[in-house]
């Protein structure tokens, strides 16, 4: 892929928790065919092909496989918990998101996942530096592999910190690789903003040339203040991270739809099972998004 490209390119989907094994993989994808995707997102986790932090080959060779000659393009996730500004376990978050570009290279998927970093409100400077310093160590293995890293926009669990939009874009212009770039969730930075305070809008526009992939679900932008007893209580009174249709929450799309992301985006619908018959239509609704973006 062209990392320099601009603009958002084309509609995918995640197969998230459709796909809970590496048995479950080509069934899965053969099901997304029938929607006209751009790109499928695989989640590596679940797929067993990296374990303890090495790659398993006969897996690896299995994914690859069944992942060839599709008609779209694929990108990857990594592992949810990995946490590059994580000092005391830098080494084991580091191993762990090489051996994610490695399986990604194989999977032939164009973009990795991978969330920011998270800390201690007082850690934060430090997290970031140490963030900076991995992504900047990872930037030649990713252009070796053909693989973009996309940095994933994240809200902060109670008491914890993690880098807004604005703080994530400085960090990318310290690492200034067209090879590590942002993985905007609008959703997680309405989130984060709504625990941290700052210009929701202003802090997207910073951080929109940085983007590289767009990750597109709904919240309400409303932190629990207590706790919901199952995702369905959080549904209902509309808690954290909800992941609804596009549309079905306060994320403001419209205003959201002129920004200049960088990079050749693709902008993929997270949404799992439960939506599963609506999933055709956040497709078509994501389609109208990028060409009102255009």
């Known amino acids: 892929m062209d990392p320099s490209a601009n603009g958002v390119s084309g509609v995918g989907l995640s ?14 994808l053969d099901a997304f065919e029938a929607f006209g995707l751009d790109s499928v997102e ?13 790659i398993r080959p006969a897996a690896l060779a299995a994914m690859r496989e069944v992942c ?21 376990n830098a080494g084991l978050h580091r191993d762990t998101a090489r051996r994610s570009l490695e399986a990604a290279a194989e999977a032939g998927a164009r973009v990795l996942v991978i969330h920011a970093c998270a800390a201690h409100p007082e850690a934060a400077e430090t997290a970031m530096a140490v963030e900076a310093e991995a992504l900047a160590a990872l930037a030649p293995e990713a252009e070796a592999a053909g693989v973009v890293i996309g940095v994933e926009t994240m809200f902060p669990d109670p008491g914890s910190w993690t880098p807004s939009p604005a703080e994530l874009a400085r960090t990318l212009a310290e690492v200034d690789s067209p090879w590590v770039g942002a993985t905007i969730d609008f959703s997680h930075a309405l989130l984060n903003a709504a625990v941290r305070g700052f210009d929701y809008l202003v802090e997207i526009a910073a951080l929109a040339p940085h983007a590289r992939h767009l990750h597109i679900h709904d919240s309400f932008g409303r932190p629990a203040p207590f706790r919901p007893w199952s995702p369905g209580d959080a549904i209902a009174y509309g808690l954290g991270d909800l992941h609804l249709p596009p549309g079905s929450g306060a994320v403001p799309w419209d205003a959201l739809a002129g920004l200049p992301y960088g990079g050749s985006c693709v ?18 609704w994501t389609r109208r998004w990028i060409a009102s973006e255009r």
Request: proline letters at 8%; glycine letters at 10%.
């Open 15 to 28: 197969l998230d928790h459709t796909c809970d094994a590496l048995r479950e993989l080509a069934p899965a």
């Open 42 to 54: 695989v989640f590596l986790p679940s797929l067993g092909v990296i374990v303890g932090g090495r």
């Open 68 to 88: 060839a000659g599709r008609p779209y393009a694929l990108t990857a996730h990594g592992p949810l918990c990995c946490n590059l500004g994580d000092a005391a």
């Open 267 to 284: 902008a993929n619908i997270e949404l799992d099972k439960r939506w599963a018959d609506e999933w055709p239509e956040a497709i078509a």
